[in-house]
């Protein structure tokens, strides 16, 4: 069975085995042009799903960069994404942010509360992915950013007070169908389509995003 968040357009998640994350990692730079680029992986150390990183503690087990120069592995070509698999079939797809898309990241609770306000406002979305730690990302244009303290501070609101977001050059995020450790898999909450392929600009759902914050305070 493949998996799916109730209540949303969510997508076809495929269990964590090697050819469905290499393929999936292969039609994101196919079909969305998106860099993509391989994180570390579980192992199973005495019954227990461990991240790769060999930290017991890890904060984000199988679901990080397992290089510091992953930036510059990143790849949008399909050759090159195989190539990442092929060695490390069971490795965590990662996108990094700051090139084709910023995520705007908040808490679960305010995320699907902003999912319904923009439903009932028409507002075009982008992807969304939920994460087994109870976060939410939404893909809008680079920039965003720059841009978020200036507009959160627009709307009456201090911009450290609320649990709002960007992640821009630099950061990244791990894609569907990544697993964190024990905790599930990346999900989307949105998934990408045609329709979405054109990523909205972060003024476009900074209003409903930081009503939905503030309301989840």
């Known amino acids: 069975m493949e998996e799916t968040i109730a209540g949303t357009e969510a997508v076809q998640i495929p269990t964590q085995r090697g050819e469905s994350l290499l393929e999936t990692a292969v039609r994101y730079a196919e079909d969305r042009h998106w860099d993509v680029f391989s994180g570390t992986w579980l192992e199973a150390v005495d019954g227990v799903q461990r991240c790769s990183c060999g930290d017991a503690a890890c904060a984000a087990p199988g679901a990080h960069p397992a290089r510091d120069d992953w930036a510059t ?3 949008g070509s399909a050759t090159v994404v ?3 698999w092929s060695t490390r079939p069971t490795a965590s797809i990662l996108l990094p942010t700051g090139r084709t898309f910023d995520a705007l ?3 679960e609770s305010a995320g699907f509360l902003a999912l319904a306000r923009m439903e009932r406002m028409e507002l075009d979305l982008g992807p969304v992915t939920s994460t087994p730690d109870g976060r ?3 893909f809008v244009l680079p920039g965003a950013g720059a841009k978020v303290p200036e507009l959160v501070r627009g709307l009456g609101w201090a911009p450290g007070s609320l649990d709002l977001a960007a992640l821009g050059e630099g950061g990244y995020v791990a894609a569907p169908p990544t697993r964190v450790g024990s905790r599930g898999a990346v999900q989307w909450a949105c998934r990408p389509t045609l329709a979405n392929r054109w990523l909205p600009d972060v003024e476009e759902l900074i209003s409903a995003l930081a009503y939905a914050c ?4």
């Open 73 to 75: 592995q990143a790849s």
């Open 82 to 84: 195989r190539r990442m």
């Open 105 to 107: 990241s908040v808490a």
């Open 136 to 138: 939410m990302y939404f």
């Open 214 to 217: 503030g309301r989840d305070r």
